[in-house]
């Protein structure tokens, strides 16, 4: 079977997506080249995930950085056609997960290298105790150094000074670099926040919402832009091209759509069929639509639930 010819350097720089390119290539050919169809075609009950021949191409060309779950169902599948000289499942999982989460923090890779060094054992930690990765952003973060305006940020109590936060980061920019600091300064501005796991202790209650009732809050939200904008579903999925939207959620985005079904699904939801669609058509729904969700306290009654949408509602757009 023929290759799958890999993008070249002008599109997909070396790096750590590029060298994770290069191992799938690999380990395509240990298994003889086999079609995407063929890949796509293997199933197992432990597989996280399915695939789809489009899909298989564009991952092992370097067009697009899968979720994990995606990745690590390619490898089984891949692992699984190499009959002749088989490889170890579990190994190559493990191989290709340090290289997965290498690309998948790309964008400030630097420095989660610099001080998480070995990506297979958690870049980011577990959510409930502290890495150091964690502390490094944590620094990097202004908010926890100054009052910012209540209409932009909820209030809270700076815990560093100004002075101590411009001495951290400067050597923080020392050790790693203005590029990576920058680059880890805009993930966090983006959204990148460090979040306890635990109860808020002060029961301030500060941005505080049962994960139920922001999901219903969402949801009605969607439906009522929907019913009001018959079209807006399609106008928001093609501004995805010139918007800025962080690369994980156009591979989400992109996978999602590889699967007909769910497309056709999701373009053709409305507030009357939404209670029976798939999960994946309303996330995909919820992708198209939403850029962020901002939580605010619980005294701001209905209004504590806030939804950036990617394109502004029709009623509020200016000729």
């Known amino acids: 079977m023929p290759r799958i010819p890999m993008l070249g350097e002008d599109t997909l720089p070396p790096g750590p997506h590029r060298d994770l390119v290069v191992a799938l290539q690999e380990i395509h050919a240990a298994a003889g080249w086999p079609s ?39 490898v089984r599948a891949l692992v699984h056609l190499t009959g002749s000289a088989p490889r170890a499942a579990a190994i190559e999982v493990q191989r290709f997960m340090s290289l997965w989460k290498a690309a998948y923090v790309g964008e400030y890779g630097a420095v989660e290298q610099l001080v998480h060094p070995n990506p297979a054992d958690g870049v980011h930690g577990d959510g409930k105790q502290w ?40 050597r923080m ?30 029961g301030d209650g500060h ?13 009605e ?15 928001s999925a093609a501004a995805l091209d010139r918007l800025e939207v962080p690369a994980e959620i156009l591979a989400e985005v992109e996978e999602l759509e590889s699967d007909v079904l769910v497309l056709r699904e999701a373009l053709a939801l409305t507030p009357d069929n939404w209670d029976d669609a798939t999960p994946q058509a309303q996330r995909l729904v919820c992708l198209y639509l939403i850029d962020h969700v901002i939580v605010g306290p619980p005294e701001a009654g209905t209004d504590q639930v806030e939804i950036i949408w990617r394109i502004a509602p029709t009623d509020t757009v200016s000729d």
């Open 173 to 202: 920019i020392a050790e790693v670099g203005p590029e990576s600091f920058l680059r880890t300064l805009l993930h966090v501005l983006k959204g990148g926040w460090v979040a306890g796991a635990d109860d808020d202790e002060d």
């Open 131 to 170: 890495v150091s990765s964690d502390i490094a952003r944590l620094m990097v973060n202004p908010i926890y150094a100054i009052e910012i305006d209540p209409q932009l940020a909820w209030p809270h109590e700076p815990i560093v000074s100004e002075e101590e936060w411009i001495a951290v980061n400067l």
């Open 36 to 74: 995407t169809r063929a890949i796509s075609k293997v199933d197992a009950d432990e597989f996280p995930a399915t695939l789809s021949h489009e899909r298989v191409r564009t991952i092992i060309s370097g067009k697009t950085l899968p979720r994990w779950e995606t990745l690590e169902t390619l």
């Open 207 to 219: 941005a505080e919402i049962d994960a139920e009732a922001l999901d219903a809050t969402v949801a």
């Open 221 to 235: 939200q969607v439906l009522r832009r929907i019913g009001e904008e018959p079209n807006v579903l399609g106008r």
